[in-house]
């Protein structure tokens, strides 16, 4: 079998517009060095090495001085090379981790003490089967002696159905990637009017983040910006924005730089940037000014 390919750009153009100090890039995987970090079985998808210096260089490129690794898939509930890539820079990168449901006290506690701040769980076909979420609400209260929040990455089609059990969450939930809505459908679309509707319960949280996954377009992905500059525009106080880096599973490899210079039309005016990459992020991960 062949190794697979970088799914992401070496050389991103240099972004035009300037992040604020402290910006945040709170949505980005790290995937092995497979050598140290093997990727697990049975994996949904196996992935290119995508290693923690990797991620630190383009953070220093595109001005990013801080951030929140996502455990992914690829290496399933074994969390140690997003532990690896936190410790590694302890004061500016936190994580979110995959776990079970049933995941005991002690072992919150101790990715705690790694630095995540939150559990992710996937509702998307391609990723496999999702527990059921009365199940997450269970865990849920185990995660807020942490001020833990939940992490939610589902298709368009299921916001309606999980919305009344996400309203009831003890803790803070995160709606990943706009909510994976199609941007080629409008913004009057009845699943993005789901997910505002989903925002006007004030645990809920949004990443406006995978506008390329949206998007039905090439790059710079015009059709699906304003969705995300109408969730900053209404929701100013709980929007966050992420790269997702290394952007695994696309069919174009997408320019990191013109990530960040669609930022003016997400964000166009200053304090809509200080909230979304630095306040923001700091009021849900915990960082420090």
Not at 123 to 141: F, N, Q, R, S
Not at 151 to 177: N, Y
Not at 209 to 224: F, I, K, V, Y
Request: glycine letters at 6%.
């Amino acid at each position: 079998m062949s190794e697979p390919k970088p799914s992401y750009n070496p050389k991103p153009s240099r972004p035009k517009v300037k992040l604020p100090a402290g910006a945040c890039d709170t949505h980005f995987h790290v995937f092995g060095p497979k050598e140290k970090f093997p990727f697990a079985a049975g994996a949904a998808y196996v992935p290119a090495d995508a290693p923690k210096e990797t991620l630190f260089d383009l953070h220093r490129f595109l001005g990013v001085e801080r951030g929140v690794v996502v455990q992914s898939a690829a290496h399933g509930f074994d969390n140690a090379a997003s532990a690896d890539l936190i410790a590694a820079k302890p004061s500016a990168y936190v994580g979110v981790a995959l776990a079970p449901v049933t995941t005991p006290f002690k072992e919150i506690q101790a990715l705690d003490r790694q630095g995540f701040r939150g559990v992710r769980f996937n509702y998307v076909k391609h990723l496999g089967e999702a527990p059921p979420i009365e199940d997450v609400l269970k865990l849920a209260h185990g995660l807020e002696a942490f001020n833990w929040h939940l992490q939610i990455h589902m298709e368009s089609s299921l916001i309606a159905g999980l919305a009344p059990a996400l309203k009831r969450a003890p803790v803070r939930v995160v709606i990943d990637h706009i909510g994976r809505i199609d941007a080629s459908l409008g913004l009057n679309q009845p699943h993005f009017s789901d997910l505002v509707s989903l925002l006007k319960s004030k645990n809920i949280w949004v990443k406006v983040s995978g506008c390329e996954r949206a998007s039905r377009q090439p790059s710079p992905w015009r059709d699906a910006l304003p969705f995300a500059r109408k969730l900053v525009e209404e929701f100013p106080d709980r929007t966050l924005w992420g790269t997702d880096w290394p952007h695994p599973n696309l069919k174009e490899i997408p320019d990191d730089g013109v990530m960040v210079d669609n930022l003016a039309e997400i964000a166009p005016s200053e304090k809509q940037r200080q909230a979304l990459l630095v306040d923001n992020p700091a009021r849900l991960y915990g960082f420090k000014a």
